[in-house]
């Protein structure tokens, strides 16, 4: 027998495993379910059961553990330790990282629910660009409080915890149960494993390969979606990062551009007071160059006054002087001195009479 013939034969036994494995699987299901349906028949109508806004989340999450892990954040024990302790607590910390570990764009989903949805005072927080040290004090200084939602937290914690025991039973069960692969010789004295060793094993044996080949399958799966789904996430969360950084950045250009035109209006301001106060300067060194004038103006006319006023008492103490001289020269009869003192105090008049005109125009 070739090799490819010994490999198709493995998979016709393979194939042939899971067939009858399904077949079983089922049957058993139409079985359980007419079971349920005639057990409900039988039984009152239960209690109309209301549900919580932790409820709504764990619905929301799938009803997956790691929606169990964030909704639980912040919840203590009566000794002090966390409600669920994913690194020193069994089952927990058996179960592998990527599906037990929350992410932080979980966590930062969880803040803004339980502010919702429990009606926090504080105004909403923005845990977009926050460290996980800070998501978590924030989720340890608002845990949970509702009574009803730490009941449905506590009995879900519970029978996830049953539940997890009891396939991590049945997984060591099945461990236990496979035989070792038993080897058939062909006519052709080729030795190939297979899956089928005697009669009486023949059943068990199929089912727990087909249980190993689905179990196999679906972890795979699980693994390739949780990867998907965290790539996803952390594409989210760094948009969300660049968005509040690109938003942060436009309100520091923002505060900068108000603060410089608050600076060039204070500076068009200062420029403006200067402006008047120079103005007001200019105005005030004019009202006192006015004012110089005026009061030299003053003082030259009153300068020409004084003068042409000495100039009349000079000019009037020579009439007296020229009158007495003309009567002398009258009485003495000496005509022509007569006639020049006479001709020298018209002369006098003409002058006196001049300035007088002088004077009443200043």
């Known amino acids: 027998m070739s090799s490819s013939t010994a490999t198709m034969y493995v998979f016709s036994q393979v194939a042939l495993a899971i067939a009858i494995y399904h077949r079983k699987k089922s049957e058993q299901r139409k079985k359980d379910l007419e079971a349920e349906a005639s057990v409900m028949s039988e039984e009152p109508t239960a209690a109309h059961h209301v549900v919580t806004e932790t409820e709504l989340a764990y ?85 949970i409080e509702n009574e009803a939602d730490l009941d449905f937290l506590k009995q879900t914690i519970a029978n996830c915890r049953q539940q997890i025991s009891r396939e991590a039973r049945v997984r060591r069960q099945l461990e236990r149960d496979v035989p070792p692969p038993a080897v058939v010789t062909t006519d052709g004295g080729e030795s190939v494993p297979s899956v089928i060793t005697t009669a009486g094993n023949v059943e068990s044996t199929l089912e727990n390969i087909a249980v190993l080949l689905g179990n196999f399958v679906k972890e795979d799966r ?48 200062d420029i403006k007071e200067d402006r008047k106060r120079r103005l007001e300067d200019r105005k005030r060194r004019l009202e006192d160059i006015k004012e110089d004038r005026k009061r030299r103006l003053e003082e030259i006319k009153e300068d020409r006054e004084r003068r042409l006023e000495e100039r009349m008492d000079a000019i009037s103490a020579e009439k007296r002087k020229v009158r007495r001289l003309l009567i002398e020269s009258r009485q003495a009869g000496n005509d022509e001195l007569h006639e020049c003192y006479k001709q020298e105090l018209n002369e006098l008049d003409s002058n006196e009479r001049r300035i007088q005109e002088i004077l009443e125009t200043l």
Do not use: Q
């Open 222 to 269: 699980e693994r390739r979606l949780e990867e998907i789904k965290e790539d996803r996430e952390r594409r989210l969360e760094n948009r969300e990062r660049r968005l509040e950084e690109i938003k942060e950045d436009r309100e520091r250009r923002l505060e900068d551009r108000k603060r410089r035109l608050e600076d060039r209006e204070s500076r068009l301001e």
């Open 59 to 143: 619905i929301a999450g799938n009803n997956s553990i790691r929606t169990l892990v964030v909704l639980s954040h912040g919840l203590k024990k009566d000794d002090g330790s966390d409600l669920i302790d994913i690194k020193n607590e069994e089952p927990w910390k058996s179960i592998p990282r990527i599906e037990i570990k929350p992410t932080l764009h979980m966590l930062k989903a969880e803040i803004k629910r339980r502010h919702r949805a429990f009606g926090l005072p504080k105004s909403e927080p923005r845990p977009a660009a926050w460290r996980s040290s800070k998501i978590s004090k924030w989720l340890y200084d608002h845990p």
